[in-house]
């Protein structure tokens, strides 16, 4: 069976993407949907030049006619997050007394029994992966390099910011994915409010040392170390630390 004629074929939605700098092109949110600048009854046709990412507020106003289409071509030329080098902060909403963290298949839970701060992954005594519980929250913190060690992207207590450096940036449901080119994921991360997340892919760095995350191991590479399907229930400490 044939595809729509209005279905977007992948390779013209990735042109938009990194055109619109992974976000919509008003705000920076990186929750978006593709909208035509020009109607598509009008030019039936998914030129990607005459297209922008939408955030579901600003593509409502538009569609309602509460945004001029001169507006949203304005924007298109000069997008949202190219102007900062970076997206829009997005608030993940992260909450309750435990956390679960996924990272290469392996897994650990943190039960929280007062407001703390718990460091969940450790490089040379820097956390790299942290969760704080403060007044019935739970706010997380992580940075995903590549492996030349840049910044891929990074959670601050639960804002969301991303690199518009990469080659592309999708987030589609729950899932984040920032590849290097064609079938190449640098990162991939799994959202899982209230309480989890899944890191299936990505690098995580400090003091020269890496952690490799792959999808089902973690590679230790100054050690030639990998590890799988590591587990821990914890009420202290950190889960996993290496120098």
């Given at each position: 069976m044939s595809k729509n004629k209005r279905d977007i074929p992948d390779p013209i939605k990735r042109q938009i993407r990194q055109r619109c700098g992974f976000g919509c092109v008003i705000c920076g949110l990186p929750l978006y949907?593709?909208?035509?600048i020009a109607e598509w009854s009008r030019v039936g046709c998914h030129d990607p030049v005459d297209m922008a990412l939408l955030c579901p507020t600003h593509h409502a106003e538009k569609t309602r006619g509460l945004l001029?289409?001169?507006?949203?071509?304005?924007?298109?030329e000069n997008p949202y997050n190219f102007r900062f080098g970076?997206?829009?902060?997005?608030?993940?909403?992260?909450?309750?007394s435990s956390c679960l963290v996924n990272v290469g298949g392996s897994r650990w839970r943190h039960y929280f029994s007062t407001d703390e701060v718990v460091p969940l992954l450790v490089i040379k005594g820097c956390p790299v992966i942290e969760v704080k519980r403060q007044d019935g929250r739970l706010l997380l913190s992580l940075r995903i390099y590549d492996k030349q060690e840049n910044l891929l992207l990074e959670i601050v207590e639960n804002e969301l910011v991303f690199s518009v450096e990469s080659w592309d940036v999708e987030l589609v449901g729950r899932k984040l994915t920032i590849r290097g080119g064609s079938r190449f994921i640098l990162a991939q991360v799994e959202?899982?409010?209230?309480?989890?997340?899944?890191?299936?892919?990505?690098?995580?760095?400090?003091g020269g040392s890496q952690v490799q995350v792959e999808s089902n191991s973690i590679f230790l590479e100054k050690y030639n170390v990998r590890l799988r399907n590591y587990g821990a229930r914890m009420n202290g400490g950190a889960a996993l630390s290496f120098d």
């Open positions: 949907e593709y909208e035509h001029p289409a001169a507006d949203v071509k304005s924007a298109n970076r997206s829009e902060a997005f608030p993940l909403r992260y909450s309750g959202f899982y409010t209230p309480d989890a997340i899944m890191i299936t892919r990505g690098v995580f760095a400090y």
